[in-house]
């Protein structure tokens, strides 16, 4: 099986984060599904403002080349006020500019995010993606991961405790494992 590198962003950056708990949890399966994720983090990004589109900040330009140098996105998110968390959109503005240069465009992208909510983040991930369809990322659409953590969701070891949820994330995982298969060429691996 081809492994894939897979960025990974997470769209929270509280402290303790339970959507960092669960993608670290996500992090555990990818070997059993051949991925392999590398962090790509948000937190330090500047407010996105056209005033930069001139004159890109470096950060900018290392987030941008780390999405670019990735096989494929996970972005885990919470749901915040029904959207996603403002510093998420934040780095997908900084993902997509300048004009015409999106890191996003071809980019096969999951998304999937957790809470204590009946619904989980079913309406911010609808809203996510939204955008990333928007930005030309082909997306994981089968199966989709609205997941609901309840107490004793996490093992002592912070992985996922119950079997079935893990097969069923592994599924989910799978799916992100055979878009990319689909979208990235197998020349040079």
């Keep these: 099986m081809t492994v894939y590198t897979v960025g990974l962003i997470v769209g929270s950056v509280s ?9 670290d949890a996500l992090v555990r399966l ?13 937190a330090a990004l500047p407010f996105y403002g ?6 890109f900040p ?3 330009w290392a987030f941008k080349r ?3 140098s990735a096989d494929g996105l ?36 999951a998304v999937t995010g957790a809470s204590k909510g009946a619904i989980s983040t079913a309406v911010a991930q609808n809203h996510l993606k939204a955008i990333l369809s928007a930005m030309g990322a082909p997306l994981v659409g089968r199966p989709e991961a609205y997941v609901r953590i309840a107490d004793d969701f996490f093992d002592e070891e912070g992985g996922i405790a119950s079997e079935r949820t893990r097969e069923f ?13 689909r979208w990235v060429p197998t020349d040079g691996r």
């Design 58 to 60: 470096a950060d900018a």
């Design 74 to 109: 996970l972005i885990v998110t919470p749901e915040y006020n029904r959207s996603i968390p403002g510093v998420l959109k934040n780095a997908i503005d900084w993902a997509s500019r300048p004009s015409g240069q999106s890191s996003l465009t071809d980019k096969p992208t």
């Design 30 to 42: 990818a070997p059993d599904v051949g991925l392999e994720f590398r962090e790509i983090p948000i």
């Design 66 to 68: 780390s999405i670019e």
């Design 169 to 181: 994330l592994a599924g989910f995982l799978r799916g992100l494992h055979d878009l990319i298969a």
């Design 50 to 55: 056209t005033q930069y589109d001139a004159d």
């Design 15 to 23: 402290e303790p984060s339970l959507n960092r708990r669960f993608a």
